[in-house]
């Protein structure tokens, strides 16, 4: 089975939306240049919202000092640390150690080697992204997943430009442990179409299904 996270969320009415329809986790964004970014008091709220019983909750961050990560882990109840910046693999060891949290190392890709470069990072899941100069994450923008292929030491997150028309090509071309929506279900930055969303997790389990048969 596929798993769904649901990225970009701001408003506790989206991350409950996203629970119903089965969001294996939900991403909150703490890098205030994003359009996506979350406030810190709606982000306590909905990590109490969701610590006993509701997805994981990852927050996204992008180089930002070890000290200000860990306190937003615990005042938010993260469980995964998403990082899209140019944290190392010592970082991210320090992160999980003083955080507790999963870690989750995403890296943009351009090429070959940017995969390659993934292998020093020992942690909990690789996400892959789409490539841009300028913006990390949430660049609406697709890559070649062809380079990937089908098999993954560490789980492997799909992200970059997913929709509920092209997940289904992403899954059979990565057969991913997740795939990561942000842009490609929303009606605005940082606020979910509730149709687009349905419409996502309707073509991950078509697509499993199809692998399945």
Sequence with gaps: MTRVKICGITHADDALRATELGAWAIGLIFHEPSP????????????RQ????????????????????????????LSILQLHGDEGPAY?????????????????????????????FHVDYHLLDAHHPDLRGGTGETFDWEMIGVRHRVPLVLSGGLTPDNVA?????????????????????????????????????????????
């Design 36 to 47: 996506r970014a979350c406030a810190l008091p709606a982000a306590e709220g909905i990590g």
């Design 50 to 77: 969701l610590k006993r019983s509701g997805p994981a909750v990852a927050g996204v961050f992008v180089n930002r000092p070890l000290d200000e990560l860990v306190a937003i882990a615990d005042a938010c109840s």
């Design 92 to 120: 991210c060891d320090e992160a999980a150690r003083r955080t507790g949290c999963r870690v989750m190392k995403a890296v943009q890709v351009r090429d070959r080697s940017s995969l390659t470069a993934l292998r020093a």
């Design 169 to 213: 090509a992403g899954i059979a071309a990565t057969r991913p442990f997740a795939v990561d929506t942000a842009s490609g279900t929303e009606a605005a930055p940082g606020r979910k179409d509730p149709e687009k969303l349905e419409a996502f997790f309707q073509a991950v389990q078509r697509a499993d299904e199809l692998a399945a048969a």
